[in-house]
Antibody
Framework: QVQLQESGPGPVKPSETLSLNCTVSGFAISSGYYWGWIRQRPGKGLEWIGSVYYSGSTHYSPSLKSRVTTSIDTSKNQFSLKLKSVTAADTAVYYC??????????????WGQGTLVTVSS | NFMLTQPHSVSESPGKTVTISCTRSSGSIASNYVQWYQQRPGSSPIIVIYEDTQRPSGVPDRFSGSIDSSSNSASLTISGLKTEDEADYYCQSSDTITRVFGGGTKLTVL
């Protein structure tokens, strides 16, 4: 069974960089697939942030592209998210999820439990 | 970029059938697959339909998906409603480089 678990350092101050890791178990990310980040602001809907392929290629939401970096570490079976220059509007539950096996396959079939990141001074 | 528009809320009685729509603002709904996710309060989303009409294993056949090119929309239909179906439902699709989620529909089963 594929399982994903988000982890991060906790609250973030405005203007700083939000950093999260997603550890995958039950599946070797070097085997393929896209790996994505999705967030959900309090009381709001789902918002795709970006995805990274097992080879390292990336795709980002146009609205966040200037602030987002995703990367993958196959040796640790992890992938990561960095969002710089955060504001209170970036306060959200951040989910990691497995994407499709090729870019035309846009499904997210396995999700982490989500982690709440609060941006506050 | 494009948007996916869903009704904010729908409600129906147990045992009945409900349909949730998802309209694509630009580009053809048929050009990229549509997925549907169920999210219960306090839980992560789970996929209930992928590739427009396909059900993952473990999802009851009460859930079905379709697309309609004439209205440029996709639909999720849930038949034989149960109280456990009460949740938020999100459609999702893509274009060449992005993934887009609809705004979500709150389903109330009363």
């Amino acid at each position: 069974q594929v399982q994903l678990q988000e982890s991060g350092p906790g609250p973030v101050k405005p203007s700083e960089t939000l950093s999260l890791n997603c550890t995958v178990s039950g599946f070797a990310i070097s085997s393929g697939y896209y790996w994505g980040w999705i967030r959900q602001r309090p009381g709001k809907g789902l918002e795709w942030i970006g995805s990274v392929y097992y080879s390292g290629s990336t795709h980002y939401s146009p609205s966040l592209k200037s602030r987002v970096t995703t990367s993958i570490d196959t040796s640790k079976n992890q992938f990561s998210l960095k969002l710089k220059s955060v504001t209170a509007a970036d306060t959200a539950v951040y989910y990691c999820a497995r994407g499709g096996s090729w870019y035309g396959d846009a499904r997210f079939d396995y999700w982490g439990q989500g982690t709440l990141v609060t941006v506050s001074s | 970029n494009f948007m996916l528009t869903q009704p904010h809320s729908v409600s129906e009685s147990p045992g009945k059938t409900v349909t949730i729509s998802c309209t694509r603002s630009s580009g053809s709904i048929a050009s990229n697959y549509v997925q549907w996710y169920q999210q219960r309060p306090g839980s992560s989303p789970i996929i209930v339909i992928y590739e427009d009409t396909q059900r993952p294993s473990g999802v009851p056949d009460r859930f079905s998906g379709s697309i309609d090119s004439s209205s440029n929309s996709a639909s999720l239909t849930i038949s034989g409603l149960k109280t456990e179906d009460e949740a938020d439902y999100y459609c999702q699709s893509s274009d060449t480089i992005t993934r887009v989620f609809g705004g979500g529909t709150k389903l109330t089963v009363l």
